[in-house]
């Protein structure tokens, strides 16, 4: 298994610019979740999808951030127009069916450091 | 609201050294408990985790308590090497009747581990 695919791993972008973030989660899983890593305020929940349903997007900063997930297999984070701020770590994960296991172990993609200037 | 706290780094140890992360939570139903990794320039991965009160998770000689009674779940090691340093987070999931729940991290804590 190839794990969570994220591209791409690094983007630096200029202020106002469109910038799009791609995930293609492990095959099979159901739920699919996007995170944002800075140093100052650590790891955050962007969002999840489970069944390519957005379940909870309250962790989205502002109307500037975007997320779609079209099919089980890829889910897009839009950010338009970018800023300064946005400059981070975002992370894609999965998880599968907690079926009887009692847990829903999420799998991390690498991530895309993204800058913008 | 649930929350994860762990204890702020970072944390510099010698080689061999042992270890110990603290990790409180706060959470209304009853959550299961991990404890994820994540190395230089790498996403996160799951270290260990404990479903229920009592359970013990372990794996490459790290090990966590899952204790309800003092809402902890503290990550120890007996004998740290140079190849553990990496961040290091605590986090919980409440499971709703089966269905997907969210993870809530800690804010992670760097370990340093000198030759």
């Known amino acids: 298994d190839a794990g969570v695919i994220q591209s791409p791993r690094h983007e630096v972008t200029e202020m106002g610019q469109e910038v799009t973030l791609r995930c293609k989660p492990i095959?099979?899983?159901?739920?699919l979740f996007w995170y944002r890593q800075t140093m100052m305020r650590g790891l955050e929940l962007l969002i999840y999808?489970?069944?390519?349903?957005?379940?909870?997007d309250s962790g989205m900063p502002e109307d500037r951030f975007s997320a779609k997930m079209p099919n089980a297999s890829f889910s897009t984070l839009k950010i338009q127009p970018s800023e300064p701020r946005d400059s981070a770590v975002y992370f894609c994960?999965?998880?599968?069916?907690?079926?009887?296991?009692?847990?829903?172990?999420?799998?991390f993609g690498p991530g895309t450091r993204l800058t913008v200037l | 609201g649930d929350s994860v706290t762990q204890m702020e780094g970072p944390v510099t140890l010698s080689e061999e050294a042992f270890l110990t992360i603290n990790c409180t939570y706060t959470?209304?139903?009853?959550?299961?408990l991990f404890w994820y990794v994540q190395y230089p320039g790498e996403g996160l991965q799951l270290l260990l985790k404990?479903?229920?009160?009592?359970d013990k998770g372990s794996n490459k000689g790290f090990e966590a308590t899952y204790r309800k009674e003092t809402t902890s779940f503290h990550l120890e090691k007996g004998s740290v090497q140079v190849s553990d340093s990496a961040v290091y987070f605590c986090?919980?999931?409440?499971?709703?009747?089966?269905?997907?729940?969210?993870?809530?991290f800690g804010k992670g804590t760097k370990l340093s581990v000198k030759p």
């Open positions: 994960a999965s998880s599968g069916n907690m079926g009887t296991s009692g847990y829903n172990e999420q799998f």
């Open positions: 095959s099979g899983h159901n739920s």
């Open positions: 999808f489970n069944n390519n349903v957005p379940i909870d």
């Open positions: 959470a209304t139903g009853y959550p299961s």
């Open positions: 404990a479903t229920k009160a009592d």
């Open positions: 986090a919980l999931s409440l499971n709703y009747g089966g269905s997907q729940g969210n993870l809530i």
